[in-house]
T-cell receptor, first 114, second 112 residues
Framework: GENVEQHPSTLSVQEGDSAVIKCTYS??????FPWYKQELGKRPQLIID?????GEKKDQRIAVTLNKTAKHFSLHITETQPEDSAVYFC?????????????FGKGTHLIIQP | DSGVTQTPKHLITATGQRVTLRCSPR?????VYWYQQSLDQGLQFLIQ???????AKGNILERFSAQQFPDLHSELNLSSLELGDSALYFC???????????FGPGTRLTVL
């Protein structure tokens, strides 16, 4: 089955700086890659996703890049703000296949230092 | 608010007991997914139902089962509970854009 590795497990950046979180996946059939943000005790919230027919997607301060050949994808957050502090999860899925559940990475605790 | 609801919010029970967690998907969504989140295992996919039928199974234990009813709400049944079953249980739903999964607020299960 699919295996998703996520790094780093903790990331501390100064407010206003950029943050990058990286994930690798094992199943070359995976074609859908969402990113979720989870604040303490709350639900995972989808912040951005990308499909394998696209190499990059941007939404304001958030961008995701995908390298299908290397089987890795990354989340980029620019001009970080205190409200960006949370745990971020990457995930992968074979869209349209029989197993439709998401396989998640272990998460990155992003800390924005004032 | 994602539009996915889960009850109860918290559940405290003893080892060996059985509990039922309930999930109502967003209006119009046909797929319901169940996930378990624990400190050591992270977020793990358990099972998916689509329009009443089981569609996919993940790392779901044999002691756990689920179903989806004609009104599309779903229930996750956990039996012979063990201390290690203590976790947050989330359900998610998806609809016309089948990829995008919206998570409910979760049920925190504590097994004593």
């Amino acid at each position: 089955g699919e295996n998703v590795e996520q790094h780093p497990s903790t990331l501390s950046v100064q407010e206003g700086d950029s943050a990058v979180i990286k994930c690798t996946y094992s199943d070359s059939a995976s074609n859908y890659f969402p990113w979720y943000k989870q604040e303490l005790g709350k639900r995972p919230q989808l912040i951005i996703d990308i499909r394998s027919n696209v190499g990059e997607k941007k939404d304001q301060r958030i961008a995701v890049t995908l390298n299908k050949t290397a089987k890795h994808f990354s989340l980029h957050i620019t001009e970080t703000q205190p409200e960006d502090s949370a745990v971020y999860f990457c995930a992968a899925r074979v869209s349209g296949g029989g197993a439709d559940g998401l396989t998640f990475g272990k998460g990155t605790h992003l800390i924005i230092q004032p | 608010d994602s539009g996915v609801t889960q009850t109860p919010k918290h559940l405290i029970t003893a080892t060996g007991q059985r509990v039922t967690l309930r999930c109502s998907p967003r209006s119009g969504d046909l797929s319901v997914y169940w996930y378990q989140q624990s400190l050591d295992q992270g977020l793990q996919f358990l099972i998916q139902y689509y329009n009443g039928e089981e569609r996919a199974k993940g790392n779901i234990l044999e002691r756990f089962s689920a179903q989806q009813f004609p009104d599309l709400h779903s229930e996750l049944n956990l039996s012979s509970l063990e201390l290690g079953d203590s976790a947050l249980y989330f359900c998610a739903s998806s609809g016309a854009g089948p990829d995008t999964q919206y998570f409910g607020p979760g049920t925190r299960l504590t097994v004593l």
